[in-house]
């Protein structure tokens, strides 16, 4: 878990290019969004979804999904992991 959050951190960068396109279309909007995902043995990210967001801009949760999409973790031995990560948007 705590692995999981410090690559997901390194990322954040990604998610906040979303947001940052989303308040040129939209100035002044925050929110929150929670993206599920599953985390492949190998790393890879699968299942990747929008759990729930205040903000229903669809460009913006399609964009979240490309990000976390993109997001290689360190292989791992075990079952897939599935697990859910809240963003804030302010």
């Known amino acids: 878990s705590e692995f999981i959050q410090d690559t997901l951190r390194n990322q954040r960068g990604s998610f906040f290019k979303c947001y940052t396109q989303l308040l040129q279309r939209t100035p002044g909007v925050v929110g929150q969004a929670s993206l ?42 075990g079952d897939a992991i599935s697990t859910v990560f809240p963003l804030k948007f302010e």
């Open 36 to 77: 599920s995902f599953t985390i492949e043995r190998s790393g890879k990210v699968f299942n990747a979804d929008i759990a729930s967001s205040t903000i229903n801009d669809v460009p913006f949760k399609r964009c979240l999904v490309e990000a976390i999409r993109r997001v290689e973790f360190k292989s791992f031995n």
